[in-house]
């Protein structure tokens, strides 16, 4: 018995074409395929040495300035917030997310509000550290400036009870004196 090649290469061209059909009728399906291809150039490019990384950069940078469209926009702002510091640009990043991002469309949409989420996240972090580096820095001057009091305040009653322990001496000292003296 011969096997029908013929058939089978019909039926899986038929089922690769009802598959494509379907991801083509799917709303955003084109968009998702490119989010996907967004995601692993990030991915890649966070894990590069630095100059792979402004390389990358630089080139998402250039395409987006010959054309603004959503997917260079998208792509540079993937980029801008993967990328390890100093490279990393989170502010830049959240300003070319902004129009793009809105949940309720699949695709760039979701994926953008998604990624925006997650920089405001990161900014908001960031903030939070900081204020809390200048507060502990704060707390440290004041806790230096009270150490510094209680040194001069130490020191001064350090001063008064030798003082004191002088004069009681004295004191002491005469009235042996007085004891001593014949009468």
Do not use: H
């Amino acid at each position: 018995m011969q096997f029908p090649w013929g058939s089978l290469l019909a039926s899986a061209f038929t089922v690769t074409l009802t598959l494509t059909g379907c991801a083509a009728l799917e709303p955003g399906a084109d968009q998702s395929v490119a989010v996907d291809r967004i995601v692993a150039e990030a991915l890649r490019a966070a894990r590069a040495p630095a100059a792979e990384q402004k390389a990358t950069l630089a080139a998402a940078q250039s395409a987006f300035m010959q054309d603004g469209k959503a997917f260079n926009r998208l792509r540079l702002a993937t980029l801008l917030a993967a990328v390890p510091p100093p490279l990393r640009d989170d502010a830049r990043s959240a300003e070319l997310l902004d129009p793009l991002a809105d949940a309720s469309k699949p695709g760039y949409g979701r994926f953008a509000a998604l990624l925006a989420g997650q920089v405001s996240e990161r900014q908001r972090v960031a903030r939070e550290l900081e204020r809390l580096a200048r507060e502990a820095e704060r707390a440290s001057r004041e806790r230096e400036r009270s150490d510094k009091e209680r040194d001069k305040r130490e020191e001064g009653l350090r001063q008064q009870l030798e003082a004191v322990q002088s004069i009681e001496r004295g004191i002491l000292e005469r009235e042996e004196k007085l004891r001593r003296r014949p009468r």
